[in-house]
């Protein structure tokens, strides 16, 4: 059996026993009886009987004690916000629909384990991103790319599974308002392609009714190309009989799964057709699309990670960088309007530090949505600790200088929640860790990524520490104070020990080819898919400055000029724009070549310290949990050793530099 995260109701909370009058009434005051209401009634009286063990009652008429959910008059709510106060022995959650008191009931939940419930409370919440989304990138087979969490929960043996599990899912996501979802992978055709056919599209429209009992609505990723294999035998986005293929397409799809959100697209990218093999535009294929889905009220997310996989090292001149502005910033304005493009945070492939893309400043006129990655493809695989969200909330927090309104919010939360252009169409989506572990996620602290990805989704303006320790106190509700304190600089500490002991000032990229896990410095250095650190004896990075590839010429003003001159560039970005000499003296008085060296023994011996952190955590906590961790960090800490001796080995022989302090270095 699988656990419950941040959701396991259970009485040895301490924080829940005086908030049990509030548990024996249940009234429903002006919403109908539907299967959303429903949902959130059973989840009351779940929570009931954990923390309690006894059902909660249903009245018809309104106690004078219990909980109320109760349908506003307050249209400032808008579709999800939610009103939650207490008012003498009751307890009000108020929205205008089923799907925000969906997202209501469980804040609630949240506030009563937590012990922040009191009679003073009395909370408005309001996302402030239209679609909080998770993509899985699961295959037909069972199979995950980039899954670290076991196989898939959605799909086995070429089949589609729908069991108590997908239920359990959607109700976990649902908890953090999350309200999308894509199941399968957009990088492979073929659940692409069987999804929307006969065969699987009963199973389809069930999973799509099981989360939108949740408000969540169902995504799946589309093949562009799977006109190709049908009489049109062409995707050419022009051609009236691709165009005709597509309406009865969606008018098929939709008459068997009303509740569609839409479809992920990903085409003109790593060897997958798309627009350009037809001499056409992004925005032809992405409005060709939109057309066919509109009449259902669908929306088409159109991934903008497109560029050329088939660089010759050689080239100096090409710079993967580049690509997805070259590609989309000529295009803006010319996507339909139910059209969202889907731009990765960083310029390259979610490295555990890159530079925001300049895309995000660079589209004044087109709905964007951030994606970013919580399956730790290139951040420790769910082995190392690598809590993302002090990172996202930096990425969110970078002005774009999109336009010189000093009243318009051009920060990249501002442009992806709409705020900047006041549109209703945007958002964030994560490249979720989950996978049929027990404990979802392989690493239990791992769950801290997709609990913290959720909560941030909600509100960009919370804190990653804050964030950390209300998971904490969720997941782990019998934990005391010290043990709150433990597990929070564990987490707080470990993307910057990660950064330390892998990939110095920005560069990256030094692992090992295709599984992405421990160290391999020209791993990539030779390599087709044109990501380079072009490290020699004199120094190391690569410049994309104005003297370089130019991609510093991107962005707005003045962050153009920032990154283009290495003075003013931030350090912890110097290596991604600029090459370098290993005696350049950084800020810090310290020569390049010496923070690498100081930086990569550094985190190993944090990463040792974050082992010896958790063990003082045994007995404390769940055991199951404390020894599956306590396993990974035995594995981290390994890992951290390879990436400190081969990096410090590699740029020593490079340079023939010794370390000042006199450590090893073999």
């Known amino acids: 059996m699988w656990t419950q995260c941040w959701l396991d109701y259970n009485n040895e909370n301490k924080n829940v026993s005086s908030y049990e009058d509030y548990f024996t009434t249940l009234f429903v005051d002006g919403f109908k009886k539907d299967e959303v209401i429903t949902t959130a009634s059973d989840e009351l009286s779940l929570a009931s009987k954990g923390m309690f063990g006894r059902a909660i009652d249903v009245d018809i008429a309104l106690p004078d004690k219990g909980i109320v959910i109760k349908k506003s008059e307050e249209r400032t709510l808008g579709k999800e916000g939610y009103r939650i106060y207490c008012e003498g022995s009751r307890a009000y959650i108020e929205a205008l629909t089923p799907e925000a008191v969906i997202y209501g009931t469980f804040r609630f939940l949240a506030l009563v384990r937590t012990g922040a419930l009191n009679g003073d409370t009395d909370i408005t919440e309001i996302p402030e991103n239209p679609i909080r989304m998770l993509d899985h990138w699961d295959n037909m087979d069972g199979s995950i790319e980039r899954g670290y969490s076991g196989n898939s929960f959605f799909f086995e043996n070429n089949d589609v599974i729908i069991n ?27 659940a ?14 069930q999973m799509s009714d099981i989360f939108a009992c949740f408000g969540v609505k169902l995504f799946l990723s589309l093949n562009y190309a799977m006109p190709i294999e ?32 839409g479809f992920l697209v990903k085409a003109d990218s790593e060897g997958r057709p798309g627009p350009f ?53 000529s295009l803006d304005g010319e996507f339909d309007d139910n059209v969202i493009l889907q731009i990765k945070n960083g310029p390259m492939d979610f490295q555990p530090r890159e530079p925001v893309s300049p895309l995000f400043g660079g589209m004044k006129n087109t709905n964007q949505m951030l994606e970013v990655q919580i399956a730790q493809e290139y951040t420790g695989h769910q082995i190392d600790v690598c809590y993302l969200i002090p990172w996202f909330k930096q990425i969110l927090e970078f002005e774009t200088y999109m336009n010189d309104d000093p009243e318009s919010d051009t920060t990249v939360a501002g442009i992806v929640s ?115 650190h072009r490290a020699d004896w004199e120094g190391i990075g690569v410049e994309r400055g104005p003297e370089g590839t130019g991609y510093s010429l991107q962005y707005n003003s003045p962050n153009k000029e920032m990154f283009g001159d290495p003075k003013t560039t931030p350090e912890e970005l110097l290596l991604f724009f600029h090459k370098t000499p290993y005696k350049h003296i950084l800020k810090s008085g310290k020569t390049v070549i010496q923070h690498i060296y100081d930086t990569h023994f550094e985190g190993y011996e944090e990463a040792k310290k974050m082992q010896a952190a958790w063990d003082s955590l045994e007995g404390r906590i769940d055991e199951r949990a404390f020894k599956e961790t306590r396993r990974r960090f035995e594995l981290q800490v390994a890992n951290a050793r390879e990436w400190c001796d081969i990096v410090n080995s590699y740029f020593y022989r490079k340079c023939g530099i010794a370390d000042e302090k006199g450590r090893k270095i073999y």
């Open 418 to 532: 709409g705020r900047a252009r006041n549109v209703s169409l945007g958002g964030m989506v994560a490249v979720t860790n989950t996978g049929n572990d027990e404990n979802w996620t392989g690493n239990d602290l791992a769950a801290a990524n997709l609990y913290g990805f959720g909560r941030l989704s909600w509100n960009t303006k919370l804190g990653a520490e804050e964030i950390a320790r209300e998971w904490i106190r969720l997941t782990f509700s019998d934990a005391d104070g010290e043990t709150e304190d433990i597990i929070t600089r564990i987490l707080m500490g470990s993307w910057p020990t990660y950064e330390k002991y892998t990939a110095p000032l920005g560069i990256g990229w030094m692992v090992k080819p295709h599984d992405h896990y421990g160290p391999s410095v020209d791993g990539y250095e030779y390599d087709r898919w044109g990501t380079y």
């Open 277 to 329: 093999t037809y001499g056409r535009t992004q925005a032809d294929g992405a409005n060709m699309l939109a057309e066919a889905i509109r009449p259902y009220g669908g929306i088409i997310i159109w991934r903008c990670f497109v560029y050329n996989c088939q660089q010759d090292w050689r080239d100096l001149t090409t710079d993967r960088a580049k690509a997805g502005y070259d590609y989309f910033h």
């Open 192 to 205: 692409a392609t069987d999804l929307v056919n006969p065969r699987f599209i009963d199973k389809v429209r």
């Open 230 to 261: 049908y009489e049109p035998q062409s995707a050419d986005p022009l051609d009236e009989k691709v165009i005709a293929w597509w309406k009865n397409k969606m008018k098929e799809v939709y008459a068997s799964v009303p509740k569609l959100g």
């Open 164 to 190: 108590d599990r997908t239920r359990d899912y959607a109700r976990l996501i649902a908890s953090l308002g999350i309200n999308a979802v894509a199941i399968n992978n957009v990088n492979v055709k073929d």
